[in-house]
């Protein structure tokens, strides 16, 4: 039975953790003010919670778990305990953050500096899980799964994903600002593939999935 369990660094836990929480304290101070949103579930926290007024701590919680079920048998097991730290990380922080008021409230008239430092939330904390081992979104789970199941390039999946997101956000952001989404979603992007290519002092085995 333990044999089954994933063999977990327990710095890698805390890096995964943290990063999560940088995430989150992005998100809820930048993000969720600004009306520059992200593609992906990140995105889907932010629409759900203007139209269903559902807690991005719930709903980013929920879509997580329902993405990592679903890649359960495609991804490997530390990748997917890392993970669901990560999603921990984020729900338990972002709902801490809730329980008091923005840290920057005038970053709601300046979309362009909301995109670029929102981005840099975005993309260190992914960036930093990725090279933990894990992953603050369910994305690459669900990306690789519709992969196996469609053929489709999974880069292609993750665009579509960001894309669809993003315009359903039209719904409440105007289209001025999902251009300023749009230079996020890019620049968070970069970020991440930036981070995930440093060199290490001990070099961790990172799924391919996690590198979008």
Partial sequence: MLQKLPKLK??????????????????????????????????????????LHISPAVSGFVMNAACFLLGWKTLGKDFIGYSIIASLGFSVSYGICELFPPLWPEIAE???????????????GAGLCVRAGGATSGDDALA????????????????????IVL???????????????????????????????????????????ACS
């Avoid at 430092?117 to 993309?123: D, N, S, T």
């Avoid at 799964?145 to 894309?163: K, W």
């Avoid at 970069?190 to 001990?202: C, D, S, Y």
Wanted: with cysteine.
């Fill in 167 to 209: 315009a359903l956000s039209l719904s409440y952001i105007p289209l001025r600002r999902i251009a300023y989404s749009l230079l996020t979603v890019i620049i968070s992007g970069q970020l991440i593939g930036i981070i995930q290519k440093l060199p290490a002092r001990v070099p961790t085995q990172v799924p391919d999935s």
């Fill in 144 to 163: 690789m799964s519709l992969s196996a199941l469609t053929h489709i390039e999974i880069q292609r999946i993750y665009l579509t994903s960001d894309l």
């Fill in 110 to 124: 300046m979309p362009l500096l909301a995109s670029i430092v929102g981005a840099l939330f975005i993309g260190i």
């Fill in 10 to 51: 327990p710095v890698n836990c805390i890096i995964a953790f943290l990063s999560a929480a940088f995430q989150a304290f992005g998100m809820y101070n930048i993000h969720a003010l600004s009306g520059v949103t992200e593609g992906g579930v990140l995105g889907a926290t932010l629409l759900l919670d203007h139209w």
